[in-house]
């Protein structure tokens, strides 16, 4: 079955630097996208970014546009996302999920989800 798999979560200090990883398998698809969400107690889960596997096509949420960058290896499965300048408020447990097809920031179209890794920014 479809397995994701985050790892790369932690402490870092506003300013810093994280990458998260997100290793997919379990599945064969041509055509298919990977996106990071994020959420935080009693608030959505919120887009973050996502990439399309067949042409690398990147979306961001305006607030991470400019601070963080989607990319994908897809002889490893594995798609990363990098997260410079981090800020207080990018604290969030993150999650990476798939979807057939086309990129969407829409959690709604997602079929499947890792477990979710936890990131936070403080001093």
């Known amino acids: 079955q479809v397995q994701l798999v985050e790892s790369g979560g932690g402490l870092v200090q506003p300013g810093g630097s994280l990458r998260l990883s997100c290793a997919a398998s379990g599945f064969t698809l041509d055509y298919y996208t990977i996106g990071w969400f994020r959420q935080v107690p009693g608030k959505e889960r919120e887009g973050v970014s996502c990439i399309s596997t067949s042409d690398g096509r990147t979306f961001y949420t305006d607030s991470v546009q400019g601070r963080f960058t989607i990319s994908r290896d897809n002889t490893k499965n594995t798609v990363y996302l990098q997260m410079n300048s981090l800020k207080p408020e990018d604290t969030a447990v993150y999650y990476c999920?798939?979807?057939?097809?086309?990129?969407?920031?829409?959690?709604?179209?997602?079929?499947?989800w890792g477990q979710g890794t936890q990131v936070t920014v403080s001093s």
């Open positions: 999920a798939l979807k057939r097809g086309w990129s969407s920031l829409s959690r709604w179209e997602y079929d499947y």
